[in-house]
C-alpha cells in the first residue's frame, strides 16, 4: 500500500500579523512547522508502515523553504517526499489549492490519502474534503485512529462528545485531528538517512491541470480584508455576596445578549 500524507508549513506563532496591503500573513522573521493536524496524519501513517511495511510519501504545496518540513518527514520515517512549488501556484484560494494538490496525487499515485483536519494559519478544514471531491473518493474526518482490518480499514473519528467507528475499504482520504494522536520524534538514523533521500519537485509543467484553475485568477474566493482581534482588558472589580454576584452576572449576561 502507498500511503500519501499531504503536509503543510505554517508559522509556529498564535500572534498573527497580516499585511495592510496584501492582506496575507507576514511570515518574515517567524519559524515555520509542519501544521500540527498534518504531523498527526503522518505519525497515523508511520504507524501503518511500522505494522504493515506499507510505504509513505509525504506532499507539500509551498515554496522552496517548504523543503524544511519535508526534510523533518523524512527524518520521522518517510519513504518519500514530493514539494508541489511554482509562481503558478501563487495566490490559490482553498479550492485552487485543492485543485493542485489533488493533480500532484494523480501524479504520483496512492492507495490511501492522509491530511490533517486543518491548517493553524487558514483554519478552514476545506482543502481535505475538496481533495477527496476533486479525485472522486470517500472521506471519512477528524480521525484519530485508523487501523487495518484485512481489505478494509476501521477507523475512529471524534464527533462532538463521541467517537465514531467506520470500516472503510481504499482508497480513500482521511482528515486527521492530533487532540489523540502523538507524533513520534526523529531518530538518528532517519535524520541521517534523509540526507541521501531526494526532494522531488513536481511544477505546473508535471501535473495535468487547467491554468485557469488554480493561482489568483484561478480562485473564485478572494481575501477583502483581513484584521487581527484587538482585546479589550478593560475590567470592573466589585464586592458582593454570591447571591448578588450571581445576579450581576446574569444580567450583566442579558444586557450584553450573550444569554
Known amino acids: 500500500m502507498k500511503i500519501v500524507v499531504c503536509i503543510k508549513q505554517v508559522p509556529d506563532t ?14 518574515d522573521g517567524v519559524p515555520s512547522i509542519i ?34 518540513a519535508l526534510r523533518e518527514a523524512l527524518a520521522m520515517g ?5 514539494l508541489m512549488s511554482d509562481k503558478m501556484f501563487a495566490g490559490s484560494d482553498t479550492l485552487a489549492t485543492s485543485t493542485i494538490i489533488a493533480a500532484g496525487l494523480r501524479a504520483i499515485g496512492y492507495d490511501l490519502i492522509l491530511t490533517g483536519r486543518q491548517a493553524i494559519d487558514g483554519d478552514t478544514a476545506q482543502v481535505g474534503p475538496q481533495i477527496a471531491e476533486l479525485l472522486d473518493l470517500p472521506q471519512v474526518t477528524y480521525c484519530v485512529e485508523i487501523t487495518q482490518n484485512g481489505e478494509f480499514y476501521d477507523v475512529k473519528r471524534q464527533i ?17 485531528t492530533s487532540a489523540e494522536v502523538t507524533p513520534r520524534y526523529m531518530n538518528v538514523g532517519d535524520i541521517i538517512g534523509q540526507e541521501s533521500k ?8 508535471d501535473i495535468n491541470v487547467d491554468a485557469d484553475c488554480i ?44 444569554v
Do not use: W
Open 14 to 27: 498564535t500572534d498573527v500579523k497580516i499585511d495592510p496591503v496584501t492582506n496575507t500573513l507576514k511570515r
Open 215 to 258: 493561482g489568483l485568477n484561478g480562485s473564485p474566493t478572494k481575501v477583502k480584508s483581513t484584521f487581527v482581534k484587538q482585546v479589550n482588558n478593560e475590567r470592573n472589580v466589585v464586592e458582593l455576596s454570591a447571591d448578588e454576584a450571581a445576579k450581576l452576572i446574569v444580567e450583566t449576561l442579558l444586557e450584553k445578549h450573550y
Open 35 to 68: 501544521n500540527p493536524d498534518d504531523k498527526a496524519a503522518l505519525e497515523l501513517a508511520l504507524r501503518q508502515k511500522d505494522l504493515n511495511g506499507d510505504s509513505v510519501a509525504v506532499l507539500c504545496m509551498g515554496p522552496a523553504q517548504a523543503e524544511k
Open 198 to 205: 531526494k526532494i522531488n519537485l513536481l511544477t505546473f509543467k
Open 160 to 176: 462532538e462528545n463521541a467517537k465514531q467507528r467506520l470500516r472503510v475499504s481504499a482508497p480513500f482520504l482521511a482528515t486527521v
Open 78 to 82: 518517510a519513504d518519500e517526499a514530493y
